[in-house]
């Protein structure tokens, strides 16, 4: 006997037990599952929760003992009543996933019409599910088509430039990963904020991207640093996210409510922890204090208010807000600026000019109610490097960011009477106010001396 079989026979049980990739040789049945070379992630078949007739292909964490996928394949087209299903590598480089009639659920299409062998699908411990050709060519990643979920180093484009819509879209339910109308991305008519939609209108958005390196850095109390960001390439903009060495599992997805989440998994508590949710439960959904109106995040508990020299169109907000003073029009404008804002939406983007030609594409034109300047110089490839956004007729979805929170200056455009009457308001009050405290203070003395008098006097 040559110790030879036994050597194989041991090369196959380890080829079994743990194993990252799928080859054409080595089809993915039922009860198989992929496991990232680190342990990290695993790929297999999975039915939620609460669901005992739909099965799926699905990424999930494979050391969190909580279900959790990051990942699902064929999420509207489930394998039915746990018949069980195969997923294999084609002989042109494609997965495809069958049920046990053989009908095909879901497939990528590389468009590979040569037989090669040797591809394989490879799960890595970033997540990322990857076809490599045995050059080590990778032809299709599962991070450039995402479910609800965004891992660290995956980049989603916010424009785009290759025919492909790259949103997260949320499940339809807590146990049905179907795809629901909610869904994040980049909105196509500037390709300079990020959105949520639900359908195809807004529920929250991002303000435009001010060219600043690093939109959010986060720092918790565990210790670990993620850095959230926006990069461009060329003049595309990319959001990313990247985390310190050594901190726990993070990602960042679109729950089923359309909440936009970044958790944290606690193993203490073992549980998925959120420490950041947009929209916040308080005015920071899209357009909720209406036109000229913003949500003020300054204030202890965030609400709506009115721009300087605008005051409510009605008993709420659900109209927004209106002029004090109407606009005359010509040299009778003037500009205010407000710091630390968001700016607001249905901006139009004017190339190439310098901030004096910006403020004067807004001067110009009496309907150009605001706008606001950045040098993307920082993070921008692009050639043009300007970034000046003006406002033709109403502001919408506007708020106020805390001291240091970020925010832009808004030039907005007012009446110069009612800049004057306010000054004038303070002119009267002021001195009004100065009267009251001395006054005030004259009491005060008078009052610690009854009080305190008759004390002594005893
Ligand atoms: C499944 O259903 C039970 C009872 O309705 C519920 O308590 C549980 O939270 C559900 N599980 C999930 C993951 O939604
Ligand atoms: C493959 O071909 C189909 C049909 O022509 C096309 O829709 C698809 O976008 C192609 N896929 C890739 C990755 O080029
Ligand atoms: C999303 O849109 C649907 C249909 O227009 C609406 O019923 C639902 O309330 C919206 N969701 C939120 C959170 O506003
Ligand atoms: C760009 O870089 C300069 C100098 O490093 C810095 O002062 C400025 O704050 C940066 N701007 C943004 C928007 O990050
Ligand atoms: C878990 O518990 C340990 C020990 O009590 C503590 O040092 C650590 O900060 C905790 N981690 C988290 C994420 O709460
Ligand atoms: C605001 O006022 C209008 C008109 O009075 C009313 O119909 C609407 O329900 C109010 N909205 C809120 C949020 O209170
Ligand atoms: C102001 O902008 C509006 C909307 O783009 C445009 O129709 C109008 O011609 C502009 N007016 C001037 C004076 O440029
Ligand atoms: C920007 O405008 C200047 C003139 O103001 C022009 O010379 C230059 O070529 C323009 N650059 C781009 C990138 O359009």
Not at 303 to 315: A, Q, R, W, Y
Not at 432 to 441: E, F, P
Request: charged fraction near 20%; include cysteine.
């Amino acid at each position: 006997m040559t110790p030879l079989p036994v050597f194989v026979l041991l090369s196959l049980v380890c080829f079994c037990i743990s194993d990252d990739r799928l080859t054409t040789a080595k089809p993915l049945n039922a009860r198989d599952k992929l496991v990232s070379s680190g342990g990290v992630f695993a790929l297999g078949f999975f039915t939620p929760a609460n669901s005992t007739v739909d099965t799926y292909i699905g990424i999930w964490y494979n050391k969190i003992p909580q279900p959790t996928y990051v990942w699902v394949a064929n999420r509207d087209n489930p394998i039915k009543n746990g018949s069980p299903g195969k997923l294999v590598m084609s002989s042109n480089s494609d997965l495809v996933l069958s049920d046990s009639q053989g009908r095909t659920l879901w497939t990528t299409t590389n468009n590979f019409t040569s037989a090669t062998t040797g591809t394989a699908a490879i799960l890595f411990d970033s997540g990322n599910l990857v076809i490599q050709l045995p050059n080590g060519k990778h032809i299709w990643q599962s991070f450039d088509y995402p479910t609800d979920t965004a891992l660290p180093d995956m980049v989603l484009p916010l424009s785009t430039n290759d025919g492909i819509l790259r949103r997260l879209v949320a499940w339809k339910g807590p146990d049905d990963p179907g795809t629901s109308d909610y869904s994040m991305g980049g909105d196509s008519s500037s390709d300079l904020q990020v959105v949520i939609w639900n359908g195809t209108r807004p529920y929250w958005r991002r303000s435009a991207w001010d060219g600043s390196l690093v939109s959010g850095l986060y720092q918790s109390i565990t210790g670990f640093i993620l850095t959230e960001i926006i990069v461009d390439r060329g003049g595309e903009l990319y959001m990313t996210f990247t985390v310190s060495q050594g901190s726990p599992s993070l990602r960042m997805m679109l729950d089923y409510k359309g909440t936009f989440k970044f958790l944290a998994w606690n193993s203490n508590s073992s549980s998925w922890e959120a420490f950041i949710e947009h929209p916040s439960p308080i005015c920071e959904r899209y357009a909720y204090c209406g036109p000229f109106g913003y949500c003020d995040a300054a204030e202890t508990v965030p609400k709506c208010n009115c721009l300087s020299g605008f005051e409510p169109d009605g008993v709420n907000f659900s109209r927004g807000c209106r002029r004090k003073e109407d606009l005359k029009c010509g040299n009778n404008d003037i500009f205010s600026t407000l710091r630390g804002m968001k700016t607001p939406d249905k901006f139009l983007y004017v190339r190439n000019r310098s901030f004096d030609q910006c403020t004067e594409e807004c001067k110009r034109n009496c309907s150009c109610s605001a706008y606001a300047y950045a040098n993307l110089n920082n993070g921008s490839g692009a050639a043009d490097q300007s970034r000046c956004l003006i406002w033709l007729g109403g502001l919408v979805d506007m708020a106020k960011f805390r001291d240091g929170g970020g925010g832009e200056d808004l030039y907005l455009r007012l009446a110069s009477s009612t800049v004057d009457k306010e000054i004038n308001v303070l002119k009267i009050i002021l001195p009004i106010v100065a009267s009251l405290l001395i006054l005030a203070s004259i009491c005060l003395v008078w009052i610690c001396k009854s009080r305190v008098m008759p004390v002594s006097v005893r």
